[in-house]
Each structure stands twice: as structure tokens, then as C-alpha cells.
């Protein structure tokens, strides 16, 4: 197994995308992933290791079997996906081929982060992940379909959770877990 110590982060962004494009930056899941990045910049204790730094940049003329390829170069090398799912994501081709590889070929567990909701009780309650929750899951098929597969971990867009997350050994591939749904169980 190759060096992977990467977070992948896999989020919807209109096609063709270039992070030189102006739209790309009003595009709200890409916002989150930036977050990320300045969330590291601002310090390097922070756990987030940005796959997309690793490997070439993807320009917005480039053709889809070379895409793919960068998108597949960029998941060997990670340990794990860092999903972004929101009421803004859609089912984009990219998106669909990043979530498939990665947990299909290469057995990524998944972090999803759930933007539009803060509080750990807005991700789960008793019986386990909220319907609103698992409502969001239909937007991403592939996701929703393979993700018994690998270990995911269901966090609402809080700073402290997402470090949590980024550093729980359980989502890695290297250590995880048994394939199941986690969650942050509620305070008392």
C-alpha cells in the first residue's frame, strides 16, 4: 500500500470546474473545502492533509479521461474522503466518480460533513441518523448505495468535530473501522 495520508475532499461544483474561475468560488460546497484549506493556514496543527495539493492541478479545458485521472492520482495517496453534503450538492459526474473509486477500488472510509446543519442532535437523535439526514444521501446515489461498504462518520459543520473526525485513526484506511454509520453520539 502506497504512502496515503491525504484527506480527499469531495464536493459538488458546477462543471467544467477551474479554481481560477470566479464561479467556483461562489459555489458553496467548494467554499466548505476552502474553509479546510484556511482553517490549516491559519494552523498547521489543524489534521486536514489536502489531497488536491498533491497531484497536478486540473484545468477547466481538460478532458474527462485526464480529470479522471488526477481524481484517481489524488485518491491513492489518501487515507481517507471528506465528503461535503449539502442541499447544494448534485449528483455531477466528478462527484460520482470520486465517491465510486474511492470506495469501491480503493476502500476509503468517509467523513461527510453536513454544512447546513451545526449541532450534533441535528445529525442524530435515539434511533439513530436523523431522517433529514438520510434524506440528503438521495442526492448522491453512489453514496448512498456503496456506503455500507467502508466505515463512514456523519458530522454537522463544526470546527472542533471535524478536527475530531480528521483524526480518529478508526477513518483511516490503513486502521478502520468495521463498514457501519457513525455519528457523534448527543451530550447529556
Known sequence: MSNRTANYAAFYVAEPFSESNLGAFSTPDFLYYNQLRAWKSADNSFPFIDAHAKTYSVRDGSEWETL????????????????????????????????????????????????????????????????????????????????????????????????????????????MVDPNAYFFTIDN
Not at 481517507?80 to 474511492?102: H, M, P
Request: include cysteine; charge should be positive; charged fraction near 35%.
Open 68 to 175: 479522471k485521472r488526477r481524481l484517481h492520482d489524488r485518491l491513492n495517496v489518501s487515507k481517507n474522503i471528506v465528503l461535503f453534503l449539502s442541499a447544494n450538492t448534485k449528483n455531477s459526474r466528478a462527484l460520482r466518480e470520486e465517491i465510486e473509486y474511492g470506495i469501491n477500488s480503493r476502500g476509503l472510509p468517509v467523513i461527510v460533513i453536513y454544512p447546513d446543519f451545526k449541532k450534533k442532535s441535528d445529525i442524530c437523535c435515539t434511533t439513530g441518523i436523523k431522517k433529514q439526514i438520510r434524506d440528503l444521501w438521495d442526492k448522491l446515489p453512489v453514496f448512498r448505495d456503496n456506503m455500507d461498504k467502508v466505515a463512514t462518520l456523519h458530522v454537522p459543520y463544526k470546527k472542533e468535530l471535524i478536527k475530531s473526525a480528521l483524526e480518529d485513526p478508526d477513518l483511516r484506511v490503513q486502521t
